[in-house]
């Protein structure tokens, strides 16, 4: 407009802008404004403030217009079809979100002008057009009312010239401000919801979908990873939440956790889905949950999908009580989308059962098992036995009674404390005479002669996953040189536990067995046909220790040696 009304006449548009003012002079207004042509863009400081205004200027205008070119009137003038408004690209342009949201009063134009309605009796068709509810259409329900997600859902699918709209074009609707930086890409969408969670605590901006972009970050890299969250409500706690922020560590916040399979755990995020699109009718007794990967960083998480699953439903009780097996950890999620190589490395599947090989698997000469197995341990190259994710995983997973091969150690079980960590136990015959210690003959856990506790009892129970004087079972110390120490008074019972990455790698030092004399023990991660799990093995060093009895045919027993995955 600037370069004068007859150079413009002929540019795409200049219809638009001589009808709203033609519109708005009949309607008694003195001025318009559009946003084509009222924002010098030319100055940054100008299109910075009409981009962190512009929600507020819709809000505040007496009438807005909306000009839906493409959609066809009949000869009646009015609207022919429906499905004609809904299909406008009109609701597929990013910034023409807050055009629909903001104004109280608005009246949409089709092709050639004609007047198609107010946003009263549209309601429907815009409600189907863009999946905003009614009640936020006719303004009974206020923006900051309804969930981040929900919000982000109505940007999802929309389209901006600049990548960097997608983000800027949602300020208003979440009443924040920030710098416009373009040029910076994706990273606007991020910074975004940087800004919204310093003023928010909903936890519905967790609840996206789209690890399809090698994500392992906690926030959404752009509203198309929203779209399924139509429904999403954020669920207040009375006691309130912990503060969570950005730091140099990445996203800080405390969490509620429990192990999940291996190096993963099912994370807490308060909100829940509306039943039928109606919060009010919602009993809210439900959570929603994210999976989190530990990293090789103790305090460092990513983001992961468990068995192509992003988001689950947590049930809690009818009274809302705390949810069993969960822990509140501080965790730092970093934002970083990961080169192809390094992202399948944290994303590759784990295994959360173990896997014997046959090298320490005997049959008897009618071919019976000379083994009993429980838990989730499987043989050779069978299925791995399928297990309650989450309930197993934390505890003892499973146990290996081999006392009828008639050697030295008879019960091997094996588990993981919270923190996944690799758990050891072993029984030699002299420990089952033991009582209240930590095996009874079928090789089931024990804490002071009680044999029937749960994975999760056993999880709970004091001391169990910890090294600490009130420790009631008590771990082998190990000595510099690899060496594990009978505890006293223990004679037969070995509990050792091993680094979540660097395993473990100890010699067994019974009293009964001399300094030359030990029996190796190895916990070590590997990565066996694209799935992460952990190997045990139990290696003799001498010629005796695991040698059995000779036969009735005067020759010595094989040795045996234990592959767990």
């Not at 295994?351 to 009993?372: A, H, M, N």
């Not at 960590?421 to 095996?439: D, I, T």
Request: proline share 3%; with cysteine; hydrophobic share 35%.
């Amino acid at each position: 407009m600037q370069s004068g009304q007859a150079l413009q006449e002929n540019k795409k548009g200049f219809q638009k802008i001589q009808m709203c003012c033609h519109k708005a002079k009949t309607t008694g207004l003195e001025y318009v404004w559009v946003d084509t042509c009222c924002i010098d863009k030319t100055s940054s400081s100008e299109l910075q403030e009409a981009i962190n205004s512009m929600f507020q200027w819709y809000r505040n205008a007496v009438i807005c217009y909306a000009y839906l070119f493409d959609v066809q009137i009949d000869s009646d003038n009015t609207l022919s079809s429906s499905q004609s408004f809904q299909d406008s690209v009109w609701f597929k342009r990013g910034w023409t979100l807050q055009e629909l949201l903001a104004p109280t009063e608005m009246v949409f134009y089709g092709e050639g002008w004609h007047e198609l309605g107010d946003k009263h009796l549209l309601k429907h068709e815009l409600s189907a057009a863009t999946g905003i509810s009614l009640s936020v259409l006719e303004g009974k329900i206020e923006l900051q009312d309804i969930s981040i997600a929900e919000r982000m859902s109505w940007a999802s699918e929309r389209k901006t010239e600049r990548v960097e709209d997608r983000a800027y074009s949602l300020l208003g609707i979440f009443d924040v401000s920030m710098p416009m930086l373009y040029g910076e890409g994706k990273k606007a969408f991020r910074r975004l919801q940087e800004e919204i969670i310093k003023y928010s605590d909903d936890h519905t901006i967790f609840a996206w979908k789209g690890m399809k972009h090698k994500n392992p970050g906690m926030l959404a890299l752009e509203p198309d990873d929203f779209a399924s969250c139509q429904n999403l409500v954020n669920v207040r706690v009375r006691k309130g939440r912990n503060p969570y922020s950005v730091t140099n560590r990445g996203l800080s916040i405390t969490l509620s956790l429990k192990p999940w399979t291996i190096d993963t755990y099912l994370a807490v995020i308060y909100c829940d889905k509306t039943v039928n699109n109606n919060a009010e009718k919602d009993s809210r007794q439900n959570l929603m949950g994210i999976f989190l990967r530990r990293l090789d960083d103790d305090d460092q998480y990513a983001r992961v999908s468990v068995s192509a699953i992003e988001l689950m439903t947590i049930k809690r009780s009818s009274n809302g009580a705390s949810l069993p097996g969960f822990r509140d950890v501080t965790v730092n999620v970093r934002q970083v989308e990961l080169p192809n190589e390094e992202f399948a490395s944290v994303a590759e599947e784990r295994v959360s059962g173990f896997r014997i090989s046959d090298e320490l698997l005997e049959y008897d000469s009618k071919g019976k098992r000379l083994f009993e197995i429980k838990g989730n341990l499987t043989v050779g190259r069978e299925k791995p036995n399928e297990t309650t994710p989450g309930r197993e995983i934390c505890g003892i997973v499973g146990k290996l009674d081999i006392s009828k091969q008639k050697r030295r150690i008879e019960v091997i079980t094996l588990g993981f404390d919270f923190e996944f960590n690799p758990v050891c136990f072993l029984a030699e015959s002299s420990g089952y005479a033991q009582k209240g210690r930590m095996f009874d003959k079928s090789g089931k856990f024990a804490i002071n002669g009680d044999w029937d506790l749960t994975p999760e009892e056993v999880h709970n129970s004091k001391g169990i996953h910890e090294r600490t004087p009130e420790d009631v079972m008590g771990w082998n110390s190990i000595m510099p040189d690899g060496t594990a120490l009978v505890n006293a008074g223990r004679s037969g019972l070995w509990a050792l536990k091993g680094d979540r990455l660097k395993g473990l790698d100890v010699s067994l030092r019974p009293y009964s067995m001399t300094i030359e004399e030990n029996i190796r023990v190895t916990m070590t991660r590997e990565s066996i046909d694209g799935q992460m799990g952990w190997v045990f093995g139990i290696i003799d060093t001498t010629k005796s220790i695991w040698r059995k009895p000779k036969g009735e045919d005067g020759k010595d027993g094989r040795r045996g040696f234990a592959k767990f995955m």
